[in-house]
């Protein structure tokens, strides 16, 4: 039996591909900034250590994402468009299981030449193969927009 929640929606390609940029610039900087510390000399030198410069470059970003994930259901983007990651059937915040499936998910669509990003703009619940590899969906509430109201224009008599 399912259950519809009339005032959430899905959130689709667009605004996904929007918080990903911004995450994507987030992480940039910051894992740049950590590496210019541990290693700004050796890397004007042209040396770039190994496994340190791997776990900085790859390990934080991706542990990062998960616990945020985890922890609020969305990375800085997600929360920029309002959106949270949530697990498909129950619509609570995904089990840890399910964050690292999704972002092993993520090299998954990746490798594939993105398609595995593109079919959010094809799935009916907009879900990424990302997504559905764990289980996953990524909503947002329905906007809700105030009405519009304007003050009459002057020399008109006001009511």
């Known amino acids: 039996m399912s259950q519809e929640s009339p005032e959430l929606e899905y959130v689709g390609f667009w605004p996904r591909l929007g918080a990903s940029l911004v995450d994507g610039v ?17 890397m004007e030198e042209g040396y770039v250590p190994g496994l ?18 985890f922890k609020f259901g969305a990375t800085p983007g997600k929360m ?3 959106a949270i990651v949530v697990d498909a059937r129950t619509g ?16 998954a669509s990746t490798l594939t030449l993105g398609i595995g990003y593109l079919w959010i703009a094809i ?9 559905k ?19 009459k224009p002057h020399g008109e008599a006001r009511g």
């Open 26 to 42: 987030l992480m940039f900087i910051i894992t740049m900034v950590l590496i210019a510390i541990f290693f700004g000399e050796a």
């Open 52 to 69: 340190t410069y791997l776990v900085l470059s790859y390990g934080l970003p991706a542990l990062t994402i998960i616990l945020l994930w």
């Open 80 to 82: 920029a468009v309002k």
């Open 92 to 107: 609570a915040t995904p089990g840890l299981g399910q964050c690292i499936v999704r972002y092993v998910g993520y090299i």
């Open 123 to 131: 799935d009916a619940r907009k879900q990424g193969w990302h997504d």
């Open 133 to 151: 590899m764990a289980g996953t969906v990524v909503v947002r509430r329905k906007a809700d927009p105030a009405p519009v109201q304007f003050d």
